[in-house]
């Protein structure tokens, strides 16, 4: 079922699940450090359906795509567990800067409220791209568009990862890069940044899989238009196939 509620579009309902394509932008609840919200996925949503529901995961503000909500308490618990145990398989989109190997992985331990965790990304290159825009002592700008597949599920781990490798998100702040940032918001008209949760798999209460799967949201889609995608995303499967 797919379903536009005011800023929302509902993309799965099930008996004890609800997901939601969160546009770029949306904060998923309350918090103090974003006293300039106004809308929250949490709130609308409850408005939405009429009944209480519970974020089962969540996404950073700037990145759009699948996000899980429940439909109760037990629903919520029995969730979480599968993403606490790793057995929720997730996979973004991202443009990044510069362009990336074939296909690789990851493995940085990652700092967040003074814990150290052990952090593993994975990723595989599906396009690249380069368009005449100068770019500090080069003549062009060079990006690639990656599936990203994170196993573990760390703070702005996929944004710090690809930062790491010299690789950030375009439109990621403060990980990316500003020179690229500032070329993209002011020269393509996109300030939003390029991270999209894909798809998410995993097992309901009776064992059976459920693949949910978000459209790109409008940012996105026109900075593949800008960058002149050859291939047909519908035609390129999410996930990664680790050798």
Same mark, same amino acid.
């Given at each position: 079922?797919?379903?536009?509620? !005011?800023?929302?579009?509902?993309?799965?309902?099930?008996?004890?699940?609800? /997901?939601?394509?969160?546009?770029?932008?949306?904060?998923? =609840?309350?918090?103090?450090?974003? /006293?300039?919200?106004?809308?929250?996925?949490?709130?609308?949503?409850?408005?939405?359906?009429?009944?209480?529901?519970?974020?089962?995961?969540?996404? &950073?503000?700037?990145?759009?795509?699948?996000?899980?909500?429940?439909?109760?308490?037990?629903?919520?618990?029995?969730?979480?567990?599968?993403?606490?145990?790793?057995?929720?398989?997730?996979?973004?989109?991202?443009?990044?800067?510069?362009?990336?190997?074939?296909?690789?992985?990851?493995?940085?331990?990652?700092? =967040?409220?003074?814990?150290?965790?052990? /952090?593993?990304?994975?990723? &595989?290159?599906?396009?690249?791209?380069?368009?005449?825009?100068? !770019?500090?002592?080069?003549?062009?700008?060079?990006?690639?568009?990656?599936?990203? $597949?994170?196993?573990?599920?760390?703070?702005?781990?996929?944004?710090?990862?690809?930062?790491?490798?010299?690789?950030?998100?375009?439109?990621?702040?403060? =990980?990316?890069?500003?020179?690229?940032?500032?070329?993209?918001?002011?020269?393509?008209?996109?300030?939003?940044?390029?991270?999209?949760?894909?798809?998410?798999? $995993?097992? &309901?209460?009776?064992?059976?899989?459920?693949?949910?799967?978000?459209?790109?949201?409008?940012?996105?889609?026109?900075?593949?238009?800008?960058?002149?995608?050859?291939?047909?995303?519908?035609?390129?499967?999410?996930?990664?196939?680790?050798?």
């Amino acid at each position: 079922m797919n379903t536009a509620i !005011s800023q929302l579009e509902i993309i799965y309902e099930g008996e004890d699940l609800i /997901a939601i394509n969160k546009p770029p932008g949306l904060l998923v =609840h309350r918090t103090k450090i974003a /006293a300039d919200a106004k809308e929250f996925a949490l709130q609308s949503l409850r408005r939405a359906v009429g009944h209480r529901v519970y974020p089962v995961h969540r996404l &950073d503000r700037k990145t759009s795509g699948v996000l899980l909500f429940a439909r109760s308490k037990e629903a919520n618990q029995y969730y979480q567990q599968q993403f606490r145990e790793r057995k929720v398989r997730k996979n973004y989109i991202a443009v990044v800067r510069g362009y990336m190997h074939e296909r690789g992985t990851i493995n940085y331990d990652l700092k =967040h409220e003074g814990k150290v965790r052990s /952090a593993i990304t994975h990723y &595989d290159r599906i396009e690249q791209f380069e368009l005449n825009i100068p !770019s500090g002592k080069f003549n062009t700008s060079r990006y690639s568009l990656i599936n990203v $597949l994170p196993e573990t599920g760390r703070f702005h781990q996929i944004r710090k990862h690809l930062a790491h490798i010299d690789h950030p998100v375009i439109g990621d702040r403060p =990980h990316g890069c500003n020179k690229q940032n500032r070329i993209w918001k002011q020269k393509l008209g996109i300030p939003e940044m390029l991270l999209h949760a894909r798809q998410v798999v $995993l097992c &309901d209460p009776n064992k059976e899989d459920i693949v949910i799967s978000a459209p790109l949201s409008l940012p996105f889609r026109k900075a593949l238009s800008i960058l002149g995608l050859k291939s047909n995303l519908e035609d390129t499967k999410p996930g990664i196939i680790l050798s």
